[in-house]
């Protein structure tokens, strides 16, 4: 069964930058289609970029041109590189496959504040 542990967020200033990570546990992680998701409270869990096993990407229109999702298949980990951090930006990253066929990991708070 994957293990998810997300890692890599903090307080940042807008305009400001992270890299998130995930580390999963299986050897499922290499061929299955992977995201990272947020989720804010009150709010639906959204799917902000997504990754292919072969390295095909796509992203969420608020997040486009400012994020960007990378993995490392030898390493079992997926990435996000996230630049130019508005305050709408804040909330919980997390990642699973595409869809969210794995029990969630904790998730990483991440908060764009002044």
């Known amino acids: 069964q994957v293990q998810l542990v997300e890692s890599g967020g903090a307080l940042v200033q807008p305009g400001g930058s992270l890299r998130l990570s995930c580390a999963a546990s299986?050897?499922?992680?290499?061929?299955?289609?992977m995201g990272w998701y947020r989720q804010v409270p009150g709010k639906q869990r959204e799917l902000v970029a997504g990754?292919?096993?072969?390295?095909?990407?796509n992203y969420a229109d608020s997040v486009k041109g400012r994020f960007t999702i990378s993995r490392d298949n030898a390493k079992n980990t997926v990435y996000l590189q996230m630049n130019s951090l508005r305050s709408e930006d804040t909330a919980v990253y997390s990642c699973?496959?595409?869809?969210?066929?794995?029990?969630w990991g904790q998730g990483t708070q991440v908060t764009v504040s002044s």
């Open positions: 699973n496959g595409r869809p969210a066929i794995f029990p």
């Open positions: 990754i292919t096993s072969r390295g095909y990407t």
């Open positions: 299986g050897s499922i992680f290499s061929i299955a289609t």
